[in-house]
């Protein structure tokens, strides 16, 4: 992963991973103050918010939260209709403040945006989508300036703001932790997707030469989940898993990590174990099909902890049809899910030890000859986490965090701290429409 960052970091397409500048050079400090809203246009859900900051640091006075289900048809449409549909909710929302707002409804609010797609960005509030990635697939918008898109949407819709940050949900994720814990170098989101982000040195950053920042920093996304490197041992399932999929060949890391694939990756190999033993019975139809056995099944029957394993036997019959099955094969099938969700847990370690290593907090920077590992003065270093898969499966948290441990040595990974960042990525985007806000 650190070999890779650095080939990225070197040059445009040096590595399958992207390694893009975000323009966020500084990070919010806390002394931030005022009402900020945010948008936050991730998979299935788009989610506006409403963060009133107090100016002190960890004194986010409220924030509120919307959610709303983007229609199916949107997100192969056109453009115009996606940000019509997101303007319009925005809007709603927007009125729903009523008189007790202190914001007039023409006066102009500063919005921060979260994206979480790919974008080659130009400044810290304008860049261009370079791929759709999840379900999206609106083909006139790849190219297109992204902010620009949104703030025509605005106008159309008589909304007076202005998108003062366009930001990945790492960043945003980043900025959360940064606000509450100033020794976050790091975020991570492991959900349905994965990816990281990490402040970077200007210097290090050698394929853009000529920026100058005022803290001699940038924020780079590393667009993590295509991270690909003949090191990792991929097994028939991946391989299979990789060529069926609608991106063959990219999303390496993601395929072997994120919530949209651990199920898949279980049900394949149930699906080998029914064809070639009769141990599950009759193959299941229910096994042929792709994606059908989600993460969280896969979850509630990894952390199954009754004795006779009855929430196995309950999710084989609802989810897979597969009824009867005696109590030591059920055993079995809690083994697959541990197996595949302890790599996931443990590459997804190995990734945030990368970023460390890259920036030399992960203790191997301070040794010098002679000293042993327990002299390493090791500065207190927090890594911003998110996402689904990390929050609420329990067994992958402990595999994560325990191959930390393995990875670190105890010495080191007493001073790795994680910190779970709840809204992170929306809440995050506000504070850096914050840092961001226009003063006219
Ligand atoms: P997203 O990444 O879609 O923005 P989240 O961060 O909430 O949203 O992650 C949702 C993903 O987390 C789901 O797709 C699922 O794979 C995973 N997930 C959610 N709940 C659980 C659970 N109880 N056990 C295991 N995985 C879960």
Request: some cysteine; proline content about 3%.
């Amino acid at each position: 992963m650190a070999v890779e960052m650095h080939a990225g970091l070197a040059s445009e397409g040096g590595s399958k991973l992207r390694m893009l500048l975000t323009y966020v050079d500084n990070l919010p400090s806390g002394s931030e103050k005022g009402t900020y809203y945010a948008l936050h246009l991730g998979g299935t859900y788009f989610r506006m918010l409403r963060v009133k900051l107090g100016g002190h640091r960890s004194s986010i006075l409220s924030h509120e939260v919307e959610r709303q289900l983007i229609p199916q048809h949107l997100m192969t449409s056109t453009t115009e209709d996606l940000f019509d549909f997101v303007a319009s909710s925005l809007k709603e929302f927007i009125e729903r403040e009523g008189s007790s707002s202190a914001f007039p409804l023409d006066r102009r609010r500063e919005l921060g945006f979260t994206f979480s797609y790919p974008v080659r960005q130009t400044s810290v509030s304008s860049g261009v989508l370079i791929k759709w990635t999840k379900q999206f697939a609106i083909k006139d918008m790849v190219g297109k300036e992204v902010v620009e898109c949104l703030q025509q949407a605005l106008t159309r819709k008589g909304l007076s703001m202005r998108i003062s940050a366009l930001v990945n949900d790492t960043v945003g994720t980043l900025a959360l932790g940064h606000y509450h814990d100033e020794d976050t170098v790091a975020a991570v989101i492991i959900g349905t997707g994965t990816n990281a982000c990490y402040v970077e040195r200007m210097d290090a950053i050698i394929k853009c030469q000529g920026i100058l920042t005022s803290s001699g920093g940038m924020v780079v996304n590393m667009e993590w989940g295509n991270f690909w490197s003949s090191h990792l041992p991929r097994t028939s399932y991946d391989i299979d898993l990789d060529a069926e999929s609608p991106n063959p060949n990219e999303q390496g890391f993601e395929k072997m990590i994120s919530g949209m694939y651990l199920g898949d990756i279980v049900r394949r190999v149930l699906l080998r174990m029914s064809q070639e033993s009769d141990i599950l019975g009759p193959v299941s139809p229910k096994l042929l099909t792709p994606f059908l056995l989600r993460t969280p099944s896969v979850a509630t029957m990894h952390e199954d902890d009754s004795p006779d394993l009855a929430k196995v036997a309950k999710v084989l019959g609802d989810d897979l049809e597969i009824t009867d099955v005696p109590l030591k094969v059920r055993k079995l099938v809690v083994n697959v899910c541990d197996v595949v969700t302890r790599r996931a847990a443990r590459l997804a370690a190995a990734g945030i030890v990368g970023i460390l290593k890259k920036i030399s907090r992960d203790g191997s920077g301070g040794i010098t000859s002679g000293r042993s590992r327990s002299d390493v003065k090791m500065r207190r270093t927090a890594v911003a986490i998110e996402g689904g898969l990390y929050t609420k499966y329990s067994m992958f948290r402990e595999y994560l965090n325990e191959a930390m441990i393995e990875i670190l040595g105890e010495d080191v990974a007493e001073h790795v701290i994680l910190n779970v960042m709840e809204d992170g990525s929306g809440i995050g985007a506000s504070l850096l429409a914050a840092s961001h806000a226009s003063n006219d």
